[in-house]
């Protein structure tokens, strides 16, 4: 089996690639690869794409990449290729982002990626540091974690998704910021499970064992 971390120049893919070669070689899953090839993307039968910065700069970059969007969209929108977005990775999946500009994101997801609005103003944004889940609905690639579990979360925008059943799990920021996003062979996870501990790496584990 093979995992592709999609490499757009959005972001550090160091830390990911770690996380995911260490959990491929404990649960047998495979080869993991960092790559800006389409032609690999387009063959391997896990797709992770990460992202660092903002919205439209980070879309920008992906479709700047020759053939990458297209071999994305083809191995997880007809061939239900298993699929996991990571941070604004996961926040193009949406329907449209309002970081700076309105941005069509991939609309895979139906929700609007809108600036975190805390109730208390001693609620600082961006959302930096530890929060806990809260679990919405069970999925395989939450399997053995539990609402009360900590993820690391780094961002200043959120998805406010309108079909409900696609939220898998939200944390508490003064307001409820979406944590999990899915459908079919699709997540996203807003925080770092790179950077999540124990939370994270079974995410990681679960996703690269998943079977849809």
């Given at each position: 089996?093979?995992?592709?971390?999609?490499?757009?120049?959005?972001?550090?893919?160091?830390?990911?690639?770690?996380?995911?070669?260490?959990?491929a070689?404990?649960?047998?899953?495979?080869e993991?690869?960092?790559?800006?090839?389409?032609?690999?993307?387009?063959?391997?039968?896990?797709?992770?794409?990460?992202?660092?910065?903002?919205?439209?700069?980070?879309?920008?970059?992906?479709?700047?990449?020759?053939?990458?969007?297209?071999?994305?969209?083809?191995?997880?929108?007809?061939?239900?290729?298993?699929?996991?977005g990571?941070?604004?990775?996961?926040?193009?999946?949406?329907?449209?982002?309002?970081?700076?500009?309105?941005?069509?994101?991939?609309?895979?997801?139906?929700?609007?990626?809108?600036?975190?609005?805390?109730?208390?103003?001693?609620?600082?944004?961006?959302?930096?540091?530890?929060?806990?889940?809260?679990?919405?609905?069970?999925?395989?690639?939450?399997?053995?974690?539990?609402?009360?579990?900590?993820?690391?979360?780094?961002?200043?925008?959120?998805?406010?998704?309108?079909?409900?059943?696609?939220?898998?799990?939200?944390?508490?920021?003064?307001?409820q910021?979406?944590?999990?996003?899915?459908?079919?062979?699709?997540?996203?996870?807003?925080?770092?499970?790179?950077?999540?501990?124990?939370?994270?790496?079974?995410?990681?584990?679960?996703?690269?064992?998943?079977?849809?």
């Amino acid at each position: 089996m093979l995992t592709a971390l999609v490499d757009y120049d959005s972001g550090n893919l160091h830390s990911a690639q770690k996380a995911f070669e260490r959990m491929a070689r404990e649960t047998g899953s495979g080869e993991v690869v960092v790559t800006s090839d389409a032609a690999i993307v387009a063959r391997a039968d896990r797709i992770v794409l990460p992202g660092d910065g903002a919205f439209p700069a980070c879309k920008a970059h992906l479709f700047e990449v020759s053939g990458m969007f297209e071999a994305i969209e083809e191995s997880v929108t007809r061939r239900a290729v298993p699929f996991m977005g990571i941070c604004v990775g996961m926040q193009m999946m949406a329907r449209r982002g309002h970081e700076y500009r309105a941005t069509e994101g991939f609309g895979w997801i139906d929700a609007e990626v809108v600036k975190i609005a805390p109730t208390d103003p001693a609620l600082k944004v961006p959302h930096m540091g530890w929060n806990d889940l809260v679990l919405d609905h069970p999925h395989p690639v939450l399997s053995g974690v539990q609402s009360g579990d900590h993820a690391y979360f780094v961002h200043s925008y959120h998805m406010r998704v309108t079909t409900p059943v696609q939220r898998l799990a939200y944390c508490d920021y003064g307001e409820q910021i979406t944590a999990i996003v899915g459908r079919d062979t699709m997540v996203g996870c807003q925080f770092h499970p790179e950077k999540s501990q124990a939370a994270g790496l079974r995410i990681i584990a679960n996703f690269l064992n998943w079977a849809p």
